[in-house]
């Protein structure tokens, strides 16, 4: 399967930033919604952030506010802004894409994920 590419990981103090980027082909970019999944340690994986390819965003709960999602339409790729960063968001974060449908969003791809460390 093709999967995508995850960059942008890394370690941050509480409060602090990054950016994740995920780039995928053309193809693929125009015709999916694309975001961000995490999983912590001994937790679940849980959703994040999405973009349809209508520019429709989708936030968490526990991030709305303090993320962005973003597409790049020149360089088929999404970003995550993460402002405000908070110990317990320390993750894995897999870049996902597919299709929404029926209220549903179907995940086709996964990137192989970055770690995001948030040190308090």
């Known amino acids: 399967q093709v999967q995508p590419v995850e960059s942008g990981g890394g370690s941050v103090q509480a409060g602090g930033s990054l950016r994740l980027s995920c780039a995928t082909s053309?193809?693929?970019?125009?015709?999916?919604?694309m975001g961000w999944h995490r999983q912590a340690p001994g937790k679940q994986r849980e959703f994040v952030a999405s973009?349809?390819?209508?520019?429709?965003?989708y936030y968490a709960d526990s991030v709305e506010g303090r993320f962005t999602i973003s597409r790049d339409n020149a360089k088929n790729t999404v970003h995550l802004q993460m402002n405000s960063l908070k110990p317990e968001e320390t993750a894995v974060y897999y870049c996902?894409?597919?299709?929404?449908?029926?209220?549903?969003?179907?995940?086709?791809?996964w990137g192989h994920g970055t770690q995001v460390t948030v040190s308090s």
């Open positions: 996902a894409i597919g299709r929404r449908r029926l209220g549903t969003w179907a995940i086709d791809y």
């Open positions: 053309e193809r693929i970019f125009s015709r999916n919604t």
């Open positions: 973009i349809s390819s209508g520019g429709s965003t």
